[in-house]
């Protein structure tokens, strides 16, 4: 299996429609949440303004840079899940966002997946400078806590946000 990180373009419409309605189908049935965020924000009928806008470049309305990724299985021609990357934290995001959001569609979970692409993702913050990753997760995120902890998060301490539980966790990349 080929698998790596790619900035999506054209060529990649069918395969991110597909992505991204299995996974609002997903969230409608079984009220999953929508992360990343980045990925959900614009409506992926109008493509070609869902490329434009789909990283963040100012930070008009508190918003950071961003930098979005998906995993592309190169030899399913498939994407797996998608990462974005906020390149600085603001006050918002050292609470309970941090430095990456990131997701795995429904009928691709529980592979490894999510531990493979953050590691992917560690690298994309390495090029950008951030030495000191931040990641959150809800308490009851199995998943993600284990995706988090097995790219080496280190537990800072549980907070709640927004009526939940939120564990943060920091992973070093010095």
């Given at each position: 299996m080929s698998l790596s990180l790619i900035k999506l373009s054209k060529e990649y419409q069918k395969q991110c429609t597909e992505m991204i309605e299995e996974w609002k189908i997903d969230q409608e049935v079984n009220k999953t949440n929508h992360s990343p965020w980045a990925i959900f924000k614009n409506d992926v009928k109008n493509f070609e303004f869902y490329i434009a806008n789909l990283d963040d470049?100012?930070?008009?309305d508190g918003k950071v840079p961003s930098s979005t990724f998906f995993l592309y299985d190169d030899e399913r021609n498939r994407f797996?899940?998608?990462?974005?990357i906020?390149?600085?934290?603001?006050?918002?995001?050292?609470?309970?966002?941090?430095?990456?959001?990131?997701?795995?569609?429904?009928?691709?979970?529980?592979?490894?997946?999510?531990?493979?692409?953050?590691?992917?993702?560690?690298?994309?913050?390495?090029?950008?400078?951030?030495?000191?990753v931040l990641m959150c997760c809800d308490s009851d995120n199995i998943g993600s806590k284990k995706s988090i902890i097995n790219n080496g998060g280190i537990l800072e301490n549980i907070i709640e946000s927004d009526g939940k539980k939120v564990e943060r966790y920091w992973i070093n990349l010095k």
């Open positions: 470049k100012g930070t008009d797996i899940g998608a990462v974005n906020r390149h600085y934290l603001n006050d918002k995001l050292l609470v309970s966002g941090g430095h990456i959001g990131d997701g795995i569609r429904p009928t691709e979970r529980r592979k490894g997946y999510a531990t493979l692409m953050i590691s992917m993702a560690l690298l994309e913050c390495k090029k950008i400078g951030i030495d000191r």
